[in-house]
């Protein structure tokens, strides 16, 4: 009858109603790494941040994208052998594995004087190591200390000022 369509029925006469019901199965969506990014599906219903599951029909295709953060990059999925564009014959999981990017800091020191710059996270140990990769977004403390004859006069690029102490924030090559 008409009236079944939307849900609510008015019982003037004798009517006939069919429900129709289609199985479905269950699509969960981790997300894996040190890194960060969101995942959504076609068709709609995960957006992985907000909703990490959804119940897609039965036998239905869905295609899962991995979309990374700025600072991030996706490195690839694990879980279910079809991932990711799992065809939903039985409850699947899939998990998106997201890393940081790592940008070089580079130390060079210059003038006549002697010293050493040491890093916080620890990588930067100049005399001898004067390069570090670290993840986007990191803070990094620089630290000058001149030798006995010599003495420190100031920080040039990423670092201004003549204070021996310098924060750096890792988010290109510096």
């Known amino acids: 009858d008409t009236d079944c369509t939307d849900g609510q029925v008015t019982m003037t006469k004798n009517l006939t109603c069919t429900a129709t019901f289609k199985a479905v199965r269950k699509l ?34 869905v295609t899962l994208a991995a979309l990374p953060n700025t600072g991030s990059t996706f490195t690839g999925w694990s879980g279910d052998l079809t991932c990711p564009k799992p065809v939903m014959s039985a ?36 005399g001898s190591d004067c390069e570090q990769d670290y993840a986007y977004n990191t803070l990094v403390t620089l630290t000058a200390t001149p030798n006995a004859k010599s003495i420190f006069t100031g920080w040039a690029g990423a670092c201004k000022g003549k204070n021996a102490t310098c924060q750096v924030t890792v988010s290109k090559a510096r």
């Open 28 to 61: 969960t969506v981790t997300k894996a790494g040190q890194g960060s990014g969101k995942v959504t599906s076609t068709p709609t219903g995960i957006v992985c941040g907000t909703a990490c599951n959804a119940f897609f029909y039965l036998d239905q295709q």
């Open 91 to 126: 409850n699947r999981t899939c998990s998106a594995t997201f890393s940081p990017k790592y940008y070089p800091l580079l130390v060079i020191k210059t003038g006549a004087g002697q010293g050493t710059i040491t890093s916080q996270p620890t990588g930067i140990s100049c």
